[in-house]
């Protein structure tokens, strides 16, 4: 298995534009998590799914926020408009009690 | 209160020492812990769980849980310069919301 995917791996974009991240899970992983990464705060939670449907996005900042899961093979994290606090590593990973981390998008937004 | 801390560190250990990594919780109805290595850089790595009180070994690494304590341990034996890395602590609840710690800085200095 190729493990969780994402794409891009990097995506530096300008202030007000949108911006969509991508992930691919673990063929037969049920769960799917957003997670975001910063020095100052850490890893943290945004949304999971749980078999395609949202089950927790307390985690979500704000509206600008949003993310999809149309079928068991693909997610999208989107960011609409982006600011530069948004700036971080963002994380999908797949899997139940183990979660397994996909490579990760460095996003800068200027 | 953050629901999962750790010691930021840096912790610094000599090779082949015994590092020893900790993380206190404060959900009572956290159920697994986790401990992740996260190079620089890189993703998240899961390297052990633990779900039941008492000590769980895999080759150097023992994880140990307290629930009484809320606390969770990670001992490294014979500690590496390859072991260099962050450590993350985290936890589940009963609706597998996955909480991390900030994580601890490890060195392991040859």
């Known amino acids: 298995d190729a493990g969780v995917i994402q794409s891009p791996r990097h995506e530096v974009t300008e202030m007000g534009q949108e911006v969509t991240l991508r992930c691919k899970p673990i063929s037969g992983h049920d769960y799917l998590f957003w997670y975001r990464q910063t020095m100052m705060r850490g890893l943290e939670l945004l949304i999971y799914?749980?078999?395609?449907?949202?089950?927790?996005d307390s985690g979500m900042p704000e509206d600008r926020f949003s993310a999809k899961m149309p079928n068991a093979s693909f997610s999208t994290l989107k960011i609409q408009p982006s600011e530069p606090r948004d700036s971080a590593v963002y994380f999908c990973?797949?899997?139940?009690?183990?979660?397994?981390f996909g490579p990760g998008t460095r996003l800068t937004v200027l | 209160q953050k629901e999962v801390e750790q010691n930021s560190g840096p912790l610094s250990v000599p090779e082949g020492a015994i590092a020893s990594l900790n993380c206190t919780y404060s959900?009572?109805?956290?159920?697994?812990f986790f401990w992740y290595r996260q190079y620089s850089g890189k993703s998240p790595e899961l390297i052990m769980f633990i779900y039941s009180n008492g000590d769980k070994e895999d080759g150097r690494f023992t994880a140990q849980l307290n629930k009484a304590s809320q606390y969770v341990s990670l001992l490294i034996r014979d500690s590496q310069p390859s072991d260099s890395a962050t450590y993350l602590c985290?936890?589940?609840?009963?609706?597998?919301?996955?909480?991390f710690g900030a994580g601890t800085r490890l060195t392991v200095k040859p």
């Open positions: 985290a936890g589940t609840n009963n609706n597998n919301d996955m909480r």
């Open positions: 959900d009572r109805g956290s159920q697994s």
């Open positions: 990973a797949s899997g139940y009690n183990e979660q397994f």
């Open positions: 799914f749980n078999n395609n449907v949202p089950i927790d």
